[in-house]
């Protein structure tokens, strides 16, 4: 599972990589910091439950769309 989840998380940084998205840019550290460190998590309500690499992708579409991105940031300036 370990090598499963490190496979996942290694494609997810090289595509960000490709696609010239800067990884130390705050805004992106958080959601990347947040998508490693719930891989482990579970949320559940009456019966059904989300964990482990369906969370993680959840979280982090969420995170990526409530988070200001550059066009924001840009707008502001």
């Given at each position: 599972?370990?090598?499963?989840?490190?496979?996942?998380?290694?494609?997810?940084?090289?595509?960000?990589?490709?696609?010239?998205?800067?990884p130390?840019?705050?805004?992106?550290?958080?959601?990347?910091?947040?998508?490693?460190?719930?891989?482990?998590?579970?949320?559940?309500?009456?019966?059904?439950?989300?964990?482990?690499?369906?969370?993680?992708?959840?979280?982090?579409?969420?995170?990526?769309?409530?988070?200001?991105?550059?066009?924001?940031?840009?707008?502001?300036?």
């Amino acid at each position: 599972m370990t090598l499963l989840f490190g496979t996942i998380a290694t494609i997810g940084m090289n595509t960000l990589i490709r696609e010239g998205t800067d990884p130390a840019q705050p805004r992106n550290l958080v959601i990347v910091s947040l998508i490693f460190g719930i891989g482990d998590m579970a949320l559940g309500y009456s019966g059904f439950v989300v964990k482990g690499i369906g969370l993680s992708a959840i979280v982090g579409v969420l995170l990526n769309l409530l988070l200001p991105g550059r066009e924001m940031v840009n707008s502001q300036q």
